[in-house]
């Protein structure tokens, strides 16, 4: 009898024999010789720890980095999307061999047979909103969130992805320059908290099986994408500085700790419900600029005022113009490791 498994990694609870394969030494069947294949435990354990995940919002800023990510350890990554031409561009066949990419006419089929599935979908909202975009902000949101719920809860028992991954944002507090929110605190009144609710709320429908993750993700820093990518030429050509009084909150996060804190919700039982995606030391946004200002080696004092904002953004302005103090409690009630805890440092790897 033959045992296909390293010598290094036998003991006596390093592998498990299948009844179905087990032939007696002695035991011949038709004259042919039988091998008995015994799976090591640590071996079966790196087949069993691979994720498939099926993703929206993929071609994001966040979810870009989210893919990598997967790849990186090896997990299977489905990409849903509702142009498949942008995402081949983003991610060739040549430099991501095996990547899955579905148009939506194709996510059920990725859904089903997926380990777990991450919703990243939505219109950015810092552009000018007019009723037209407003409705269509809330509707890329909810209405990609449905059909991901719908998918999941309609896929075979045994097909069936066993956990979400939802994002949402820290506009579900409302604005405010003294309060403080965490994820026990209520819902704010305006437009952002709206959409919020009900996008947690669609999420949140999902079968009772599926573990449900909501990430209320605040401003995401990178070089490549999100507030700082437009910031930073500002401060470049000299004209950067606080936007509005300076004075309003400032939740960010680093683009690799929301990326892993993603990660962890994928694959740890105990990230469930509501999530705070903020590190654990906010700023106000004067003292952000200033510290962006330092980094490059650029002045901050140049203040963009409220009224040029609200010209270029009109009602779009208030995610910027106003802000929300929120503290990653539940994260760091979790063990949640931060890279990143305080602003200057995530700059400063940012612009390295």
């Not at 605190?185 to 959409?195: A, I």
């Not at 030391?281 to 200002?293: D, I, K, S």
């Amino acid at each position: 009898m033959e045992l296909l498994c390293s010598t290094t990694s036998l003991s006596s609870s390093s592998f498990a024999l299948s009844s179905s394969l087990f032939v007696p030494p002695s035991f011949s069947m038709g004259g042919t010789k039988r091998r008995l294949v015994v799976l090591c435990s640590s071996e079966k354990s790196e087949k069993e720890d691979k994720m498939t995940v099926s993703v929206t919002g993929a071609t994001g800023f966040i979810g870009r980095r989210l893919v990598h990510r997967l790849r990186s350890d090896n997990h299977s990554v489905r990409v849903l999307t509702r142009s498949k031409s942008k995402a081949e561009l983003i991610f060739p066949a040549k430099d991501f061999p095996g990547i899955v990419i579905a148009e939506e006419g194709e996510w059920r089929d990725c859904i089903q047979g997926s380990t777990a599935v991450v919703n990243l979908a939505g219109l950015p909202i810092s552009t000018r909103w007019s009723p037209e975009i407003k409705k269509e902000i809330k509707d890329s949101r909810v209405r990609v969130t449905s059909k991901v719920v719908e998918l999941i809860n309609n896929s075979p028992v045994d097909a069936r992805p066993t956990v979400l991954v939802s994002a949402t944002a820290v506009g579900y507090y409302g604005a405010s320059e003294t309060g403080v929110f965490d994820e026990k605190s209520p819902s704010g009144n305006d437009y952002l908290s709206e959409v919020c609710r009900e996008w947690e709320g669609t999420a949140l429908k999902a079968n009772k099986d599926v573990r449900v993750a909501l990430i209320r993700i605040g401003v995401v820093l990178g070089k490549d994408g999100g507030a700082l990518a437009m910031m930073i030429p500002f401060f470049q050509m000299f004209a950067g500085g606080p936007l509005g009084s300076g004075q309003q909150w400032f939740s960010w996060i680093h683009v690799d700790d929301l990326v892993n804190l993603i990660y962890e919700a994928l694959t740890k039982p105990s990230y469930q419900g509501v999530i705070n995606g903020t590190a654990p030391n906010p700023v106000r946004l004067g003292e952000m600029c200033q510290q962006l200002g330092s980094v490059l080696g650029r002045p901050s004092w140049l203040p963009v005022p409220d009224f040029a904002l609200k010209a270029l953004l009109g009602e779009g302005a208030t995610v910027v113009l106003e802000g929300q103090k929120v503290l990653p409690v539940r994260a760091k009630e979790l063990g949640f490791e931060f890279k990143y805890k305080y602003i200057k440092d995530a700059l400063r790897a940012i612009m390295q």
